[in-house]
């Protein structure tokens, strides 16, 4: 039951935290597209870890970006607050989501490999 609710939070906190940075924070750092790929939420409800991807080919935007979501932590909390019903707000972590760099970086090796022999002999 306990595990039922901490999901549905997870989905409203991503939902609701996306919608709060990319529309109610106007900080002139946040210049590149983000998307909240995921929030973990403790059962204690003290702290939860919003993994946050930057797209940006630009890694110094890229490491702007992140670094200016990341300090906007106390005002995501505060919104929250105020969206949510319940008692306790936990703890904004953000933290970086590094799976599509390790994707590509797959890709590329995958994509390295030749399969089978290619000798016109056969």
């Known amino acids: 039951m306990?595990?039922?609710r901490e999901k549905r939070?997870?989905?409203e906190f991503a939902k609701l935290i996306y919608e709060f940075l990319?529309?109610?924070v106007k900080n002139p750092e946040i210049t590149e597209m983000f998307s909240i790929s995921g929030v973990k939420v403790a059962?204690?409800?003290?702290?939860?870890?919003v993994y946050v991807s930057v797209y940006s080919t630009n890694p110094t935007l890229k490491n702007k970006t992140f670094e200016a979501i990341k300090q906007s932590s106390p005002l995501v909390r505060k919104f929250l607050a105020k969206e949510m019903?319940?008692?306790t707000v936990?703890?904004?972590n953000f933290l970086p989501d590094n799976s599509f760099e390790y994707g590509e970086?797959?890709?590329r090796i995958i994509s390295g490999f030749t399969y089978g022999d290619h000798d016109d002999d056969n």
């Open 2 to 4: 306990k595990e039922k």
């Open 43 to 49: 059962s204690d409800l003290e702290e939860a870890f």
């Open 85 to 87: 019903r319940i008692r």
């Open 22 to 24: 990319s529309t109610q």
């Open 9 to 11: 939070l997870e989905k």
């Open 90 to 92: 936990p703890k904004i």
């Open 105 to 107: 970086r797959i890709d």
